[in-house]
């Protein structure tokens, strides 16, 4: 369903619909909130046209998230902090 890069690839309710087997209801509840969210952005389309949505892109994290220790670098800092 998802190529390489978002802006080469659209998409509209009913792809995922069909995609996920969702029933419409949750896609007019959840699409607004990952528009909100800023995971995917409305393409605007003249009034009678199927809505269209891409991905929005974002940095790949090389080392996980971002701020979020290791196990072995959180035990260095516990060990590291005062009173142990």
């Given at each position: 369903?998802?190529?390489?890069?978002?802006?080469?690839?659209?998409?509209?309710?009913?792809?995922?619909?069909?995609?996920?087997?969702?029933?419409?209801?949750?896609?007019?509840?959840?699409?607004?909130?990952?528009e909100?969210?800023?995971?995917?952005?409305?393409?605007?389309?003249?009034?009678?046209?199927?809505?269209?949505?891409?991905?929005?892109?974002?940095?790949?994290?090389?080392?996980?998230?971002?701020?979020?220790?290791?196990?072995?670098?959180?035990?260095?800092?516990?060990?590291?902090?005062?009173?142990?």
């Amino acid at each position: 369903m998802v190529k390489e890069k978002s802006e080469d690839y659209t998409f509209t309710k009913r792809t995922v619909r069909e995609y996920t087997g969702l029933p419409n209801h949750h896609l007019k509840r959840y699409l607004p909130q990952l528009e909100d969210l800023e995971y995917i952005e409305i393409v605007r389309k003249p009034n009678g046209c199927a809505t269209e949505y891409i991905l929005k892109d974002y940095p790949v994290i090389a080392n996980g998230i971002e701020g979020l220790l290791s196990p072995d670098q959180l035990k260095e800092k516990i060990s590291m902090s005062p009173g142990r």
